[in-house]
């Protein structure tokens, strides 16, 4: 190339509002993964398509890089600052460093379109806008003269819509070809079809989706659609063109299309080559007679024949029948079900449904295949598979119900009043440690509150701090079976990454050992603070929670009581009354634990200059009812040396106010019985008297009412506002204690089980919903929820090896806690379906809300509000080649435990299923005998201990499916491993329930196996993996790991072969 240095060197030194960028970035040249030297920095000036490189600003320039015949690959992570220049001409890559993201971002902005392929990209988009401008000037001066009928016609290009039915794609068909000619004859082809559209209104081709490819065959029957969602601009107008390649190495074959620019042939060394392409119109194939075209493929200039295709036109409420062999094709291996994707359902469980599941589920993905069946026939499946909203919004809510108990606790503590300097001191290192971790949930709120787009997290985002109460890829997996002669079928699966703390890490273990080895420590805690076991803890949060929910109804029924008073209403009065009893009654027994008493031994010793006496007169106990009698065995507490041992404690006096509750109740009582039996003896009386004279003695009457309970009502609340002025001290006391003695740990536990917590409940309320919306019409799965509750079933794949082994004691814990969760169901009130939580640790409410029509179909019970329990279990199984290390070199005890504990429990579950439900309940096609069988196959497997026995898994997810539950799959990621597992679930119960023919087995498992969607990505630009946009597939060099564990020789020859592998590659 020919340039002029002089000239370059004037345009390097012009001044810099002359430049289309400059600043300092750190560069050095790259082969391969190797930086030839350390970055250096340089100051570098952009104008045009040419990069200037100067050791200062105002130096010369040293180096002149032509942006031409490159591109610019930019690293997806949030903390790397680097870009790299890769040039077609093969020379070193150009490493780029920036001082910071943003920084780094706008430098890869300006290099993209530095080049004259962008300086192209902005005149076409200009030209667009100018003839936007011109149309809608002239769509004006047009209005001026035209009249307003002929106006709308001017708004914009009219084109022919597509008749469709809503909710349902605008256009689907399926693709096969005929007669391919090969360029040699004994080539065997691998061909997939490329779909590219071209817009009417645009005329720009634009890239749609790719087929699979599909081998050794001149006449392929391809097994993947294409399909046009609802929103897509399509029309009768639309041409769409399709275009048929080779793949030569089908190692390297991998479609990459969506990395391409939509003007761009594919480059030559991606290992495939063109074979014809044909054209169409949309609305040649909507309105042909047998909805399908023929079409002849030709070459790029048009003139020779290299075979035909066939466009079929699909429709999905339409099902074909005849048998199996009508549609084969003559190629072996060609004998399988189309497959048509789409991406909206025809209707989960009726129109009724929708509003309500559409506030749940999101951006709905659909595949529908058909399978022939043992005797011949045609089934046709639906496959969906959707985001949920509720990745994002039950986190919200319980960190906002989080924030809210741990505000409540730190001014109880800060209530706690004057403590010794002991005690006082440990009270403002707790309290600061609370505010610490408020502001920490606080400010994962706030940015969570600022989260926009997908509704759901990717695996490549699980170690993100402002994400982690976020569950990983939870989505609903459906399978709808249409069968020929069986009844349509539903199976849902829920799909999510095992709840887990991944920011925090497993270095040190997972819940179960961290809260273990916690406890343990917490035992042996020096003098500082008193210990009380979790039972004692968790009891004083409950009477903490019991106050904060009973005090402020029985001060409104008190209120509603005077003013039952003040209106002379007897009926009123004795309801009011009624209610006012009812709740005073729970309030007292609420305190009716010898904890209390005990914590405010403690508290009293924890005062400065507390001073005891000895109580003058024995306790009597008939004096405060039979409601208010001490437990027989009171909890125990343990005290350290240096609190001090008070022999003389006035117990008497938490017993006189706790009992002046009852008493002032009583009097509250007997005052309303005797202005009652004084009303009614007054009417007798005064029946024969003037009319006018008894009502004014009526309204004297109610005066004297008001007057009467006044003071006794405000006796009441004043006795109560006692009670719980020293509970309250006394259990936040406690609360202390249980922070004190494990400050930070305890905090930091508390965190890490809310964020798993907070991942599997997602979870569960997401799977509780989708299972109510589905089972509306079956009335034994609705006694079954209020009689006995829902089985909620967890298949794990999680190893017992390293991190992972961590994230199964997690999941594990989480999972547990799933037992304090309660459901409600509620009628909506409006059009917001979102379920609502409340409640506190240890004990929440889900609150889900259905349509009026739906509500209606719920049993009496449901709608009267009872609370629904969960029974979740767990069985976990790793597959991988992590746990053929862990069953050979370490330990499986971990799994071998949470089976045998879950296997209980799902037992427990069973025995009370039978206990409360009739044998008819059970699904059509089950017995109750099978389940029997079932569960004493799995505890023998479980007990067999035997390597990676995925029959447990089986065995778990069917007798989860006769019970009616809920089924989980999860692994890391709830990727590869759980697209695995359930995939083979699905084909499995398509052989055993619905007859699949045998011969499909494998073929059906490949087609819900492929991952060739619209797009058409391969694993390095997989939005959901991957942080690189490098095209170039990864070499790999190493064997799997559980081949190698077979002998020590083997694992000897595997490295020497990796060294030697690595030192020819970077020679």
Known sequence: MRFNAKDLALLAKRPSGCFDKEGKLKICRVVGDEKLIEPRERWCRLKGNLLFLMKNKSSEASEVVILERCWVVEFRSKTDVSIILKFQSGEPDLYLEAASKPDCEAWAVALGEANSEGLRNKIQQLQRLIMEIKEERAADEARQFLPSSQ????????????????????????????????????????????????????????????????????????????????????????????????????????????????????????????????????????????????????????????????????KMGEFEDGEMGHITTDAQDQKCALVHECTAPEGLSGKDNLPSLNAVLKNPICKLYRFPTSDNKWMRIREQMAETTLSFHVPKELINLHIKEDMRRNQELKDLGELAPHWDNMRKSVIAHCDQMLSMYQDTLAELGKHTGSSFKSSCSKGEKTLEFIPINLHLQRMHVHSPRLKDALYDVITVGAPAAHFQGFKNGGL???????????????????????????????????????????????????????????????????????????????????????????????????????????????????????????????????????????????????????????????MVDRLLEKDNSSKIKEGESDPSAADCKVLHAGGDW????????????????????????????????????????????????????????????????????????????????????????????????????????????????????????????????????????????????????????????????????????????????????????????????????????????????????????????????????????????IQAKRRKNVEIMWLAATICRKLNGVRFTCCKSAKDRTSMSVTLEQCSILRDEHQLHKDFFIRALDCMRSRQTQGALNESDDPETGCLTDNKPTSRHFYPVALLLVSSHLLVVWLILSLALLLAKYQ
Request: proline letters at 5%; charged letters at 25%.
């Open 151 to 314: 106006v709308d016609s001017l708004r914009e290009p009219q084109f022919t819509s597509i008749q469709r039915i809503a909710n349902e794609p605008k256009l689907e068909f399926s693709l096969a070809c005929k007669g391919l000619v090969a360029a040699t004859r004994d080539r065997k082809l691998n061909t997939f079809i490329q779909v590219s559209v071209v817009h009417p209104a645009e005329h720009i081709l634009t890239r749609y989706s790719s087929t699979e490819i599909v081998e050794g065959t001149r006449d392929p029957l391809f097994l993947t659609g294409v399909t046009f969602p609802p929103e897509y601009p399509i029309y009768e107008e639309t041409k769409i063109k399709l275009t048929v390649y080779d793949v030569k190495d089908k190692s390297q074959g991998t479609v990459r299309t969506s990395v391409l620019p939509d003007h761009k042939e594919p480059r030559a060394d991606v290992g495939r080559s063109f074979l014809g392409y044909t054209t169409f119109t949309v609305g040649d194939l909507v309105k042909s007679k047998e909805q399908q075209l023929t079409l002849t493929l030709r070459t790029s200039d048009g003139g020779k024949t290299v075979g035909t295709i066939e466009v079929n036109l699909v």
């Open 512 to 670: 179960r050992k961290l809260l273990s080895k916690f406890e343990a420590e917490r035992r042996n805690t020096g003098y500082q603070c008193i210990y009380y076991s979790p039972e004692n803890t968790a009891k004083a949060k409950e009477v903490l929670s019991n106050i904060n929910h009973l005090q402020p109804l029985i001060s409104s029924h008190a209120d509603l009581l005077l003013n039952s008073a003040s209106q002379h209403s007897p009926d009123s009065l004795k309801n009011s009354l009624k209610m006012l009893s009812e709740k005073t009654e729970l309030f007292v027994h609420a305190f009716k634990d010898q904890l209390v008493r005990s914590a405010l031994l403690a508290l009293y010793t924890a005062r400065p200059g507390c001073v005891l006496k000895k109580p003058a007169v024995p306790r009597n106990s008939a004096e405060e009812g039979d409601d208010l009698k001490h437990q027989d065995h009171p909890s125990q507490i343990k005290r350290q040396d240096s609190i001090p041992h008070h022999s003389e404690y006035d117990e008497e006096e938490w017993d006189r106010v706790w009992a002046n509750v009852g008493k002032s109740l009583n009097c509250v009582i007997a």
């Open 706 to 941: 008001y007057e009467q309970l006044y003071p006794l009502v405000i006796t009441l609340k004043d006795c109560m506002g006692e009670v719980v002025t020293r509970a309250k001290q006394s259990m936040a006391f406690v609360l202390l204690q249980e922070l004190a003695c494990g400050l930070p740990q305890c905090l930091m536990l508390t965190l890490r089980r809310d964020i798993v917590f907070s991942q599997a409940l997602a979870g569960l309320v997401c799977g509780f919903i989708i299972k109510l919306h589905t089972s509306l019409h079956d009335q034994g799965f609705l006694q079954q929820l209020h009689t006995v509750g829902l089985l909620v079933q967890y298949e794990g794949l999680l190893s017992t090896y390293s991190e992972e082994a961590g994230m199964l004691e997690d999941m594990a814990v989480g999972i547990s806690d799933l037992q304090k969760v309660m459901f409600k169901v509620i009628e909506a009130k409006s059009e917001d379906f979102l379920p609502i939580i409340t409640g506190r640790r240890e004990h929440y409410v889900i609150e889900v809300q259905l349509p009026a029509k739906m509500f209606e179909l719920l049993p009496q019970e449901i709608k009267e509000g009872k609370l629904l329990r969960m029974y979740p279990v767990l069985f976990n199984v790793g597959i991988n080649e992590q746990q053929t290390l862990a069953e050979r070199f370490g330990d499986t005890t971990l799994q071998e435990n949470i089976n045998q504990e879950n296997l209980e429990l799902l037992k427990e579950y069973y025995n009370l299923f039978t206990e409360k439900m009739p044998p008819d309940c059970l699904p059509h096609f089950q017995e109750q005998n099978d389940l029997k069988g079932l569960l004493e196959n799995l505890h023998q497997n």
